[in-house]
């Protein structure tokens, strides 16, 4: 039987993050030894108050078809976090909960963006937003920040990429590829500048809001009376509060965007698992140490690995302020072979570690770079010392 896919499948890019730690399970399942860096899941296990919040849930028979946009005492669970996290002042009914932050993004980017519409992503990005748009017929406008400036854009830069079909601009902070924090001095200056573009809408995924080594406060575009009716804030509880594989995201935004976002999430997937949502009250509202302690073990494995990554010849790095990743440049080893195998591109690299090293990277291709390869430290101290050998005797061996 000929199969007859919609072009829009087929041209769908696979989120190369989930690819390659596809492939690792695969290598993995085949007895190769190899370990996987790639994707970005905190190796913690969910607080367990939050676990007994889920075990009640069940027992008190939230076992229901729940809200589309979420249970309401979540959703004032969530307004209430924003004001106190945040200084934000959102009403539960601007706030939607959904199906991870991913589902997040999605429902907002479909619900704004026309086909031509243009959507700037300052680069490195995270590999969803540019598919996401595809996905919307929107055109994805990249603009480009280098290692030099820790990964960040500059209002100068975005405001020269803005022109009439400009739509949206979509970024994270803490960011994940790069771990690139924006201060509150530059979102302010971001602020006023987008304050002159009103009908151009942000994006603002802030899902690694907690795990920050800045020492300040976080800060959300949002907070910028200016631009605030122009940003939606994304968020959620998977890294946070290493609540992954309980998918549960939400936006806070103008009520006209969260309305508008109820009816997309309505004809898709409804409301979120219920039972979910009331362990998500206990995180929003319950006890946070357990986050504080696994941001200091990730503190701790951020300054192992830049340690050894600096003690690696040809790789440049810098020092990332938040997420758990390194995105780091080794265009000094393309054009250099090891056995019959050229490595030209961060592809071509992360076929090579794959091969050789048996660590599994995400080539920076995918997050908009053409230079860099990320890499996670969501593992154990021991796990990291033993990829960063591998690493390192990997790349020694390209001549």
């Known amino acids: ?10 041209q769908m890019q696979e989120s190369a993050t989930l690819k390659m730690a596809k492939t690792s399970r695969e290598l993995k399942a ?38 589309v946009s979420g249970y309401p005492e979540l959703r004032k669970a969530i307004a209430i976090k924003l004001k106190r996290d945040n200084d934000l002042d959102y009403t539960p009914d601007q706030i939607v909960v959904s199906t991870g932050a991913k589902q997040s993004i999605a429902n907002v980017i479909l619900s704004l963006i026309n086909p031509g519409d243009e959507v700037l992503l300052p680069a490195p990005y995270w590999v969803s ?6 996905l919307a017929e929107g055109k994805s406008i990249e603009v480009h920040a280098s290692i030099e400036n820790d990964f960040k854009v500059t209002p100068a830069q975005l405001e020269s990429h803005i022109s009439s079909k400009t739509k949206l601009i979509v970024f994270s ?13 530059e979102l302010s200056a971001l602020a006023k500048m987008l304050a002159k573009h009103p009908t151009v809408y942000v994006i603002c995924d802030e899902i690694y809001e907690f795990i920050n080594y800045t020492g ?3 800060t959300s575009l949002a907070q910028f009376p200016e631009v605030k009716d122009q940003v939606i804030t994304v968020n959620g509880f998977s890294k946070g509060f290493a609540m ?13 965007i969260a309305q508008a976002c109820d009816k997309m999430q309505g004809q898709i997937t409804s409301g979120t698992c219920s039972i979910a949502q009331m362990a998500g009250v206990a995180a929003a509202t319950g006890d946070m140490q357990p986050t504080y302690d696994m941001v200091t073990e990730f503190r701790k494995r951020r ?6 990554l600096n003690e690696i010849p040809g790789i440049k790095t810098n020092l990332p302020d938040g997420a758990f990743y390194f995105f780091f440049d080794v265009s000094a080893f393309f054009g250099k072979s090891y056995n019959g195998f050229t490595v030209n591109n961060p592809e071509d690299m992360s076929t090579y570690l794959l091969k050789e090293g048996l660590i599994a990277l995400v080539n920076g291709e995918a997050f908009g770079d053409k230079k860099c390869i990320r890499l996670s430290y969501a593992a154990s101290q021991e796990k990291l010392i033993t990829v960063c050998q591998r690493l390192k005797d990997a790349l020694a061996k390209l001549k």
């Open 216 to 218: 300040q406060r976080h």
């Open 1 to 10: 039987m000929n199969q007859s896919l919609s072009t829009r499948i087929t």
């Open 244 to 256: 992954t594989g309980w998918r549960l995201g939400y936006i806070a935004a103008p009520l006209w």
């Open 129 to 134: 937003y540019s598919a996401i748009a595809d």
């Open 303 to 308: 300054d192992l690995v830049y340690k050894m």
């Open 173 to 185: 902070s803490p960011c994940n590829p790069t771990g690139s924090v924006y201060s509150k001095d």
């Open 30 to 67: 085949q007895g190769h030894d190899i370990i996987d860096l790639s994707i970005g899941e905190p190796d913690f296990d969910t607080p367990e108050h939050i676990k007994i919040a889920a075990k009640n849930a069940i027992d008190q028979g939230y076992t229901h078809y729940t809200p």
